[in-house]
């Protein structure tokens, strides 16, 4: 027979204990009059929950879960019954036993254990190990590096000090050949190499410094990603990093961790473009994006049209599509934490690789998504009423401005200075002589991009020359790079992602440099490189886009790539196509190959015989 359940609208729960018959009971504890006893409401709801002082879920034969350590303490109702439903995957099964946001103060006792010779990396539980330290932003690398981790920050438009750079160096230059720093295509800073034994002191430098990794990782908000020449840029028509800032802080509860926003249902992307043309953000390939546009109503009042659902993965490459809302500056914080609230409520919890937003999107509709947006914003009237349909966007094309270079800034007398990092790889001393450069001839600061560069703002002008004649910019960080390698983006690839079916980074950088040593070309050409088919090298975007895959020689397996051509970026953005299933990936196959696709489509012209 079919029980009747009940459900309480408070959800202040925290306990569940063991109960008979293989489920489990909550236990509820109060928390003032509003979630006393006599005041908890209860509505009819289908089976398996009775509330009345008790609430139990049947959970079949699976154990007890501790409502004070588990991922579902912050979750509505309704995404707690489907995180733990039979066909739930086994993350979110991972989450409900012990939330991720337990290595928040685990890893400092990790790090000390180690250290102090009680325990080893290999001895610490497997799912704290591999999987809940991604909440701090630790990744072990076990194939490649094992008992090494990777750490991932956050650094929201990319904007580093040369304090910042001095400590990336101090932390890596110690693990020697494995000890690097990767810029990384959402704007942001890897290190590489880490021990866990050191973890706790670097979590604790970074945040002196004003950084963090916390909620880096697994089911969060990723990286905030913005325009690079933000504050600098002539044409930007506002200064994004403020709000970029304020989102991550109430992401992140200003870098200490917000255990509220940490058990969403899969990685979620914002970025933010302050430019109508350039979209040096790639607002079209993110979760939530959002395009700076005047009022549709009111011209010179600013805000943002909100476009929502890109993506990419191994299963799906989908750009965003319009939300059609006009949010204004003053509740851009607010809707992004009512986005986030919306797809951690409601998002799907079954099969891992279909729990991105776009495919709640695709289930619930664009126009109940959007209701459901507006209503968690829980707005007054007045506050409502500044919200509009999303303002027409300006026609344009499908690339932007080059950040590489000399550029005049928006302030009088000052330049930024732009420097292609080739594939985003630094080690210690470059981080040290970049902190040297920014100090002698900046304010201090640089940014990094998505394209893997970076910019030193704030240049007087009768300080460019010297700069530009420094060795690190004339020898390796190359002012004026060549037309291939100065546009080259690479994921990580195989030396240290255990996803890569390819090494990437050297060889891009290699084959981009055989290639311009054999033709000559009119305009810069973006190849983007990813190792495997979640694409963290973005190669949809790529102009030629080339991704790990298994090719044959001879009948036999060898390193291949597939190929893919047309992507676009800037104002009207396209996805590449595939061109190629698998090509072979070493160096004397994949170099005339690519120049035939060079001159064929790119009207390259091979050199001139010496």
Known sequence: ARRRRTVMDCTSLVGFVGSGGGGVELK???????????????????????????????????????????????????ARMRAVQKKANPFEKMKAEKCGSSVWEDVFKMSAAIREGKTSWEELDLDDRDKRLKWIGLFHRAKATPGRFMMRLRVPNGELTADQLDFFASVVEKYGDDGVADITTRQ????????????????????????????????????????????????????????????????????????????????????????????????????????????????????????????????RAVMSIPLDL????????????????????????ATRTKCRLMYYIDEVGIDTFREQVIAAMNLTDEQSATLDKAAPAPAGSGHHRSVVGVHPQKQEGLSWVGCCVPVGRMTAADMREVSRLTREYGDGTCRVTVGQDI??????????????????????????????????????????????LVETKQRAHRIAKKLEERIDLSRDVRIHWTGCPNSCGQAQIGEIGLMGAPARVDGKAVEGVRVMLGGEIGSAPELATQFEKAVPADDESLVPYLEKILVEKFGATPKSAA
Not at 31 to 60: I, L
Request: aromatic content about 6%; glycine content about 10%.
């Open 28 to 78: 509820k504890r109060t928390y003032g009059s509003a979630c006393t006893r006599s005041s908890v409401k209860e509505k009819t709801v289908s089976s398996n929950v009775r509330v009345g002082g008790v609430v139990r879920m049947d959970m079949g034969d699976q154990p007890a879960i501790d409502m004070s350590k588990s991922g579902l303490k912050f979750l509505s109702e309704d």
């Open 326 to 349: 006009w949010v204004p500056q003053n509740l851009v914080v607010p809707f992004c934490k009512a986005v986030l609230e919306v797809f951690r409520d409601h998002g799907p919890r």
């Open 455 to 500: 910019v030193f703002p704030n240049i007087p002008n009768d300080k460019v020359s010297a700069l530009t004649a420094e060795p690190l910019l004339t020898e390796k960080f190359l002012v004026s790079p060549g037309r291939l390698v100065g546009s080259l983006v690479s994921c990580t690839g195989a030396q240290f992602c255990p996803f890569g």
């Open 188 to 315: 942001n800073i890897q290190l590489r190499g880490i021990q866990l034994e050191d973890a706790g002191e670097i979590i604790d430098g970074l945040r002196k410094l004003g950084l963090t990794s916390v909620q880096s990782g697994m089911d969060n908000l990723r990286n905030m990603v913005g325009n690079p020449l933000a504050g600098i840029d002539p044409l930007e028509l506002c200064d994004t990093r403020p709000f970029m800032q304020a989102i991550q802080d109430m992401v992140t509860n200003s870098g200490d961790g917000n255990a509220e926003l940490t058990n969403l249902p899969r990685k979620f992307n914002i970025s933010m473009n302050s430019t109508l043309y350039d979209n040096f953000a790639h607002t079209h390939i993110n979760d939530l994006g959002l395009d700076v546009a005047e009022h549709p109503s009111h011209p010179g009042e600013l805000g943002f049209n909100a476009i929502v659902g890109g993506m990419f993965s191994g299963q």
